[in-house]
């Protein structure tokens, strides 16, 4: 099929065969895994997937890709759903969903955030990305690349970044390296909000001001008392904070 790659979709088609190979082993598909693939696009991961599994759910917001692929696979095989991803409701899908896809780089962002809420419902994530995102994602406190996507992320799934992929493997090849990344939701014995909305809004606070202390940029959301009742240091800053001290921190004020 020939397809202009649409800019506003953020387009960019996986087309090499070794790295192709490489993402469906780190995946590593069984016969009866539930999985639903992001951003299928021309079918490079599709195809490889419906060797290994029974039946695939895909998500493609071109009108005219989801038609192709609905077109060219049996629907006992391939449930093609034309959505906007961001919109999409995961809650009608089977549990334990395995999630894959090569994400449009444009909405990789928020749909990370989207996804953290079905988190319960998923086993595993894995995503092509923005490698910088990915950087942000795994990045540990007190290190440049740690924010607020990584302190929401690392809350709800435990990730590991899987291994780099020059832009030679996509058309059009983006400008940025890319990378693979596994998610793996957080079982629900672990430390968890009392106020997940609370906790997005303490978060949220902190790094709209990451260069301040945390009694400033915390100035009107915490008193400076209850983080000192807490074992955190006021003169800390945001990037300082580990995950399970901002859970804290959200339950306290809970």
Do not use: C
Request: hydrophobic content about 45%; proline content about 7%.
């Amino acid at each position: 099929m020939t397809h202009l790659p649409r800019k506003r979709f953020g387009q960019h088609f996986l087309h090499d065969g070794g790295v192709i190979a490489k993402i469906v082993a780190a995946i590593d598909p069984q016969h009866d895994d539930a999985m639903a693939e992001i951003g299928p696009g021309l079918g490079a991961l599709t195809v490889p997937l419906l060797e290994h599994v029974a039946h695939l759910h895909v998500i493609e917001v071109d009108r005219d890709l989801a038609a192709q692929l609905a077109a060219e696979h049996d629907r006992s095989r391939l449930s093609v759903h034309r959505d906007d991803v961001l919109r999409f409701d995961w809650a009608q899908l089977p549990e334990r969903l395995r999630v894959v896809g090569n994400l449009p780089y444009n909405i990789s962002t928020p749909l990370l955030f989207h996804l953290v809420r079905f988190a319960p419902r998923l086993r595993d994530l894995h995503f092509m990305l923005q490698r910088e995102v990915v950087e942000r994602m795994v990045a540990a406190p007190s290190t440049p690349d740690y924010g607020r996507l990584s302190v929401m992320l690392q809350y709800g799934f435990d990730i590991t970044k899987l291994f780099i992929v020059k832009p030679g493997a996509f058309r059009p090849p983006p400008k940025v390296d890319s990378a693979l990344v596994r998610m793996l939701p957080r079982p629900a014995a672990a430390l968890r909000a009392r106020d997940e909305q609370l906790l997005a809004r303490v978060v949220t606070a902190a790094f709209s001001k990451r260069r301040k202390t945390l009694r400033n940029a915390l100035d009107g959301v915490v008193e400076e008392a209850a983080l000192r009742a807490l074992g955190i240091d006021p003169r800390l800053r945001p990037e300082n904070l580990g995950f399970a001290q901002y859970i804290a921190l959200a339950n306290a004020i809970a």
